[in-house]
């Protein structure tokens, strides 16, 4: 078991360095879009599917309540958490359109999207980002190293691991990063 566990945290530190070297400066971009968008008034729309709908719920938490200092709330939404939403547009259209109608309904011009998908493919969160992107919001995508996601993005972070675990631990400490920087900015930049 210490060999699968050494194994483990290898990977997840080779993984997460090999990332974060390859995209410093995109974290950085997209950390002055979400203050820019912040500081407009604007909100954070947040969908994904199993584990990436958890963290959806997980960064929303992050921006409305507080990342690492007392302050205002800010604006974000997890598109994961309504369960009358979600199941009635599951049955009345389709699993495929419970993120879509949602981004139709919340979502403005000026607004940012983060959609998370560790294939890149999940249909629901395609239909909703390229929506985002008709509609003039601004599109995050987490993602693993394929997928229509990134093609589509403004600020595409794609893990290049072919394991959900990985991918997924990546997602998380990026998502923590741009809570970090955004609330900086935000209210003391």
């Known amino acids: 078991m210490k060999n699968i566990i050494r194994q483990s945290v290898d990977e997840s530190i080779a993984v997460k360095k090999e990332f974060f070297s390859r995209n410093m400066e995109t974290i950085e971009s997209c950390a002055l879009a979400l203050t820019a968008a912040f500081k407009s008034g604007k909100k954070l729309l947040l969908f994904g ?7 959806c719920q997980h960064i ?8 690492r200092m007392e302050r205002r709330p800010l604006p974000a939404l997890a598109l994961t ?15 495929d359109d419970i993120f879509l109608k949602q981004v139709q309904a919340l979502g403005n011009s ?12 999940s249909p629901n969160v395609v239909k909703a980002a390229e929506e985002a992107k008709r509609r003039g919001l601004l599109l995050i995508g987490f993602s693993g190293n394929k997928g229509r996601l990134k093609e589509i993005s403004d600020y595409p972070f794609c893990v290049d691991s072919g394991i959900t675990a990985r991918i997924q631990e990546v997602h998380i400490l990026l998502a923590h990063i741009l809570c970090d920087l955004t609330e900086r900015m935000v209210f003391h930049g």
């Open 49 to 55: 599917n199993g584990g990436s709908a958890a963290d």
């Open 60 to 67: 929303a938490a992050e921006f409305i309540n507080r990342f």
């Open 81 to 95: 958490t309504d369960t009358s939403v979600i199941t009635s547009i599951g049955n009345d259209y389709s699993y």
């Open 110 to 121: 000026g607004d940012v999207a983060l959609g998370i998908s560790t294939s890149g493919d």
